[in-house]
């Protein structure tokens, strides 16, 4: 279900994609060498990870696949509108959930973040901000989606907290960057054949 719309979104944003990774990549090298920093492996993953998954947030979020705008304010309309665990609850739920969970870890990645409460006030305001955007390019405003949405956001943080403390508490903080480097070099290779790239 998510393998074609994810083939949909590569199609349709990776000239910009590539262009955006060239340039980065052009600035980051130069930063490394002129300041003759250590590369690591996985923490340039990530960041080409979020990059990837901002490209593909911008076009699921700003794509028209309607033409009137219209509001749902009631609370939970729309997330039971479909039968529990059939295709298109799965697919709004969960949709909606996975849109938002790497915004949460990558929030906590990138800021260090100690408290839910900052995850919550940044997951409520920037999803806010979407459904309010989409209302005025034509698309739907949802309460559900901004529910679903903080839902997201706050398991990306507790994913984040949760790798984070598995790598500092155990044996594995003495190895952490070789296994960080070969865990994100494993999941790359995976998506990779997932997508039948």
Do not use: H
């Not at 490209?55 to 700003?62: D, N, P």
């Not at 609370?75 to 915004?103: A, D």
């Not at 989409?134 to 956001?153: E, P």
Request: include cysteine.
């Amino acid at each position: 279900m998510y393998k074609e719309t994810i083939k949909a979104v590569i199609s349709s944003i990776w000239p910009s994609l590539l262009i955006l990774i060239t340039i980065l990549f052009s600035i980051r090298f130069f930063s490394f060498i002129s300041k003759k920093k250590k590369i690591v492996l996985y923490k340039e993953i990530l960041n080409l990870i979020f990059i990837f998954y901002l490209m593909c947030f911008f076009y699921v979020l700003t794509f028209a696949d309607v033409d009137w705008s219209t509001a749902n304010l009631i609370p939970f309309k729309e997330i039971f509108r479909f039968e529990i665990g059939s295709r298109m609850f799965i697919r709004n739920v969960l949709g909606n959930i996975m849109l938002f969970l790497p915004y949460g870890f990558y929030l906590s990645y990138f800021t260090k973040l100690r408290k839910v409460k900052y995850v919550i006030v940044f997951s409520l305001f920037v999803s806010l901000a979407v459904e309010i955007i989409q209302y005025r390019i034509g698309r739907v405003f949802d309460v559900d989606d901004i529910i679903l949405n903080l839902v997201g956001g706050i398991l990306g943080y507790y994913l984040y907290k949760l790798g984070n403390y598995i790598l500092n508490k155990t044996k594995i903080a003495k190895i952490r960057e070789p296994l960080c480097n070969i865990v994100a070099v494993i999941m790359m290779v995976l998506f990779v054949i997932y997508m039948g790239v």
